[in-house]
């Protein structure tokens, strides 16, 4: 790439006699010593490529979703662990898993003890210990957007008795390995606690611990025979 042009090179012969007799032949090289000319092109994209690092840099400084998402007793927590998804902590009391997704868009930071909060007043509810364990599902906070593309999609067979209570809330979706809840009811504690009891109710449900149990269960797909 061209960045300017200059002049060509000058040489210029200047001959001097010495009072010895002799002749002395002097070459010099001379140029313009006018600055170079950028093409407007060439100015353009250096200004282009100075915008985008501005952009990058203020995007850098600015309090992302991952930086402190967490509150217990209304201190902020850091995530224990982050990865591509998302950042995680898990709840004091219980030890569930919890994970805010990078998209999630929260109004303030999550309360792990609602959480906690949820379970134990179902605990109370039932009477009894829960069927699936607590470290069983991750609790994952996502966006809504992602929540109906899961209703979309429909629900494994394992989990087609929960259809009717998705499609009538739309704010959570469960699957093998998470529960889902959508950023907006996060994002409010009485939809937070509302959802939490309706999601996290299940694992006083026989059905959910079947369903996970023939996932446990299944041969890995290697080990499965061939139909011919």
């Known amino acids: 790439m061209r960045f300017g042009t200059a002049k060509p090179l000058t040489t210029s012969?200047?001959?001097?006699?010495?009072?010895?007799?002799?002749?002395?032949?002097?070459?010099?090289?001379?140029?313009?010593?006018?600055?170079?000319?950028?093409?407007?092109?060439?100015?353009?994209?250096?200004?282009v490529s100075l915008l985008w690092a501005l952009l990058l840099a203020s995007a850098m400084l600015l309090p992302g979703q991952a930086s402190a998402q967490f509150t217990i007793a209304g201190k902020k927590v850091s995530p224990?662990?982050?990865n591509f998804a998302g950042v995680r902590q898990v709840s004091p009391v219980y030890g569930f898993v919890?994970?805010?997704?990078?998209?999630?868009?929260?109004?303030?930071?999550?309360?792990?003890?609602?959480?906690?909060?949820a379970f134990a007043k179902l605990l109370r509810e039932h009477g009894r210990?829960?069927?699936?364990?607590?470290?069983?599902?991750?609790?994952?906070?996502?966006?809504?957007?992602?929540?109906?593309?899961?209703?979309?999609?429909?629900?494994?067979r394992m989990f087609r008795w929960l259809e009717p209570e998705l499609r009538k809330h739309g704010d959570f979706h469960v699957s093998p390995?998470?529960?889902?809840?959508?950023?907006?009811?996060?994002?409010?504690?009485?939809?937070?606690?509302?959802?939490?009891?309706?999601?996290?109710t299940l694992y006083f449900d026989p059905r959910?611990?079947?369903?996970l149990d023939s996932v446990d269960s299944a041969p890995p797909v290697d080990a499965q025979p061939h139909r011919h």
Do not use: W
Not at 98 to 117: E, K, R, S, T, W
């Open 13 to 47: 012969r200047v001959v001097r006699q010495h009072p010895a007799g002799f002749r002395e032949v002097v070459v010099t090289d001379q140029r313009d010593p006018a600055p170079l000319k950028h093409s407007a092109n060439e100015t353009r994209c250096v200004a």
């Open 80 to 82: 224990s662990e982050t």
């Open 98 to 117: 919890v994970q805010i997704n990078h998209d999630a868009q929260l109004a303030a930071d999550f309360d792990l003890q609602a959480v906690d909060g």
């Open 129 to 156: 210990a829960p069927l699936v364990s607590a470290t069983r599902l991750i609790v994952v906070v996502t966006t809504g957007a992602k929540i109906a593309k899961f209703g979309e999609a429909g629900q494994r």
């Open 177 to 200: 390995v998470a529960i889902f809840i959508s950023d907006q009811a996060a994002s409010d504690r009485a939809k937070l606690e509302a959802v939490l009891m309706r999601a996290l």
């Open 208 to 211: 959910l611990r079947e369903a």
